[in-house]
Each structure stands twice: as C-alpha cells, then as structure tokens.
C-alpha cells in the first residue's frame, strides 16, 4: 500500500480511519501500512485525539415549545400579504441580492440615459434679455443695411445734378 | 429510450422516506411534514447551534428552515436526498447570519449563561464537583473556539462530517461543490484543529 499521505486522493482513507468509517478490508490494509510509517501513524493518532476532543462538545436540546412556535409561524404565514413575507425572506440575509441588483439597475438606467441624450430636455445657452446669438447677430445686420440705405438717399441729390436738363 | 426510463424509475425506487414523506406534504398532507420535524428538528438545530454558537438565534433559524420547506412544498422535487436540500438550506441561513455580522452584538450566548452544559453521561455516577465542572467549561470553551475560528466552509464541513455524519458527496452537494473539494476543505480544517487542541488532546484520548 501507499503511504495514503503523500497523494491528496488518499488522505481521506485517514480521516475514514480516525471517524470509523472505513471498511474492515481497507482498515486492516492501513493498520498494516501504519506498522511501518511514523507519519501515518503519528497523524492517526493526532487526529483520534482531536476526534474525541470534540466528542466534548453537546449542543442543549431544543426548546420544549420550538414546534408549537413553527406551527404559528407557519399560519400566520399563511394569512400574511404578499410584501410581509417578502420581508421575512429578507430577514435572514436575503437582501443581500438587492445590492448587486441595484446597482445593476443603475448602470443600465445610466447607459440608457447617455444613449438617448434627447431624452432630457437640453439647457439653452444664456442669453441677453431673452434674444438669441443669432437674432443679435441678424439686428446688427439690419442696422448696417439701413445706415447704408441712407448713406446711398443722401448721396443720391447730388448726382441729380449732373443729369443734363 | 427503454434505458432512460427505468432510470428515471430506478432513482424513484431509490427514493429515501424523507423524500416520499415531503411528497405527501406537497400534496397536502400536514402528518408528514409532522414527522419529518419530529425526525430532523434536534440534527438542524444542533448543526446551526454549532455554526453559529447562539441558542436563541439557532432555534430562529431552525424555524426558518422548516418554514421555508414547508412553504416550497408545492414545488417540491426530489432531485436529491431530502437532508440534503434541508441542510443546504441550513447552511444557507447559518452563512448568511454569520455574514450579516449579525454575530457580533456582544456574543449574547444564552447557553453561556446557565452551567448545565455538562453531559448526562459524565455526572452518571456522582454529582460533578466544582473543579470538574470548571474544568469541562474550559474543555468545552476551547473546542467551541478552535472551531468558530475555522472559515465558514470548512466549519460547515467539519460540523457535517464529525457531527451529523454525513458522506462526502452528500456535504459536497450541500455546500455546492466537488467532492475531492470538500475532502480537501476536511483535511485542511482537521490540520487546524489538530494544532489549536493539541494541548487538550492528550487527556482526551482513551
């Protein structure tokens, strides 16, 4: 047999040994490998010793009303809205989902939002007194076109006078 | 074709009682999951007790695990061992407690209080006495400690294996991972708990 500590796939046969679980044929091969390995042989006594180690530890039994309470909790489950037993659910650690479901949520409400940028009403750029860049632009043109207007009527008695009469 | 079919019978051969006994309590039948309470309640309340070291807070989650078969009954399966699915629940509530941090206001262990702990079997003969009793509170203490220092999967593992003696592959298919995985995550926990009861295993071995 070998030395059932130097592969992983064996180490189990130990544990198996130290809980009792191991057949007769295997157990008998093992208590002979053990004769002639100190490291077999120190781990299956170090590891007995940890199992009735904690052979001390008994846990108290159970409350003498543990059932009568599951029954009411159970019935009163049954009459509860929907949204208190969603609440219970959550009670012992169920919630935690929510968070990465959240932030989920976020990300895709923030993609969708900066995809359709239409979406949101665009801000107008600051203006003077309520009249656009454009429409400024368009007056002072007016403007120009008028002081030329009257530029070309004060000029135009004067070139009367050279008409031939 | 043929083939597939008595499989899927074999396997319903197969089934353990506890499987046929929630399979009467989807259909309507409140007597077995009475029986399946009576069976399962002391194994799931020692096991969370265990993980989670708090009398109070285990037997809440208990009912927690019962009032969650109960109420999947209606779509109950058995695609695997009723025990199974009933400590993969367990274990589900006991790691969520545990990492809700639930477990750090102020280790308000009611079992802490009393000194009744110690077992039937070692006052048979006579009353303990105050030192014996100190003694196996110490014992005791220690054990619990290695053992809530160990990392929550290998706590489960170990709790599965030692106490409820349960196989590898039914802890793997409860703590949803592969068996040579679950035989590495014992060995590893057994390594630790060697080392930190080292001290205490030399009068504990018969």
Not at chain 1, 22 to 42: P, V
Not at chain 2, 10 to 35: E, T
Not at chain 2, 185 to 196: G, K, S
């Amino acid at each position: 047999m070998n030395c059932p500590l130097q592969r992983e796939e064996t180490q189990d046969l130990l544990l198996d040994y130290s809980a009792g679980r191991l057949d007769a044929a295997r157990a008998a091969m093992l208590e002979q490998h053990t004769e002639n390995c100190a490291a077999c042989s120190t781990f299956l006594a170090d590891q007995a010793a940890v199992w009735s180690t904690l052979d001390v530890w008994e846990p108290m039994p159970a409350s003498m009303d543990f059932n009568r309470r599951l029954w009411q909790r159970i019935d009163a489950a049954a009459t509860a809205p929907w949204y208190r037993t969603l609440v219970d659910s959550l009670r012992f650690g169920g919630w935690k989902p929510v968070f990465p479901l959240a932030v989920a949520i976020l990300v895709i409400a923030g993609g969708f939002l900066m995809d359709h940028p239409g979406g949101v009403p665009a801000v107008s750029p600051p203006t003077a007194q309520g009249v656009s860049f454009s429409e400024a632009d368009q007056l002072e043109q007016t403007l120009d076109d008028i002081q030329l207007l009257r530029q070309l009527d004060s000029v135009a008695p004067s070139s009367d006078t050279t008409k031939p009469m | 074709m043929v083939q597939g079919v008595n499989t899927i019978t074999g396997a319903a051969q197969a089934l353990d009682l506890d499987a046929q006994l929630m399979l009467r309590v989807r259909d309507g039948d409140d007597d077995s999951f009475r029986l399946l309470l009576e069976k399962h309640r002391s194994p799931v309340i020692r096991f969370v007790y265990r993980m989670v070291q708090d009398q109070a807070i285990s037997e809440e989650l208990a009912q927690e695990v019962f009032l969650r078969v109960y109420r999947s009954r209606a779509t109950y399966e058995p695609t695997a061992r009723f025990t199974t699915w009933l400590f993969r629940i367990a274990t589900h509530l006991a790691l969520n407690w545990l990492r809700d941090g639930r477990n750090e206001r102020g280790h308000q262990r009611l079992d802490d209080e009393g000194d009744g702990d110690m077992p039937v079997r070692e006052v048979a003969d006579r009353k303990p006495s105050v030192e014996q009793r100190m003694v196996y509170q110490t014992r005791l203490q220690e054990v619990r400690d290695a053992i809530a220092l160990l990392p929550e999967k290998q706590r489960a593992a170990v709790l599965m294996h030692k106490y409820e003696e349960m196989e590898y592959v039914q802890i793997a298919q409860v703590l949803e991972c592969s068996e040579s995985a679950v035989k590495s995550l014992l060995f590893r926990a057994y390594e630790t708990l060697r080392a930190r009861l080292a001290h205490m295993a030399s009068g504990a071995v018969r």
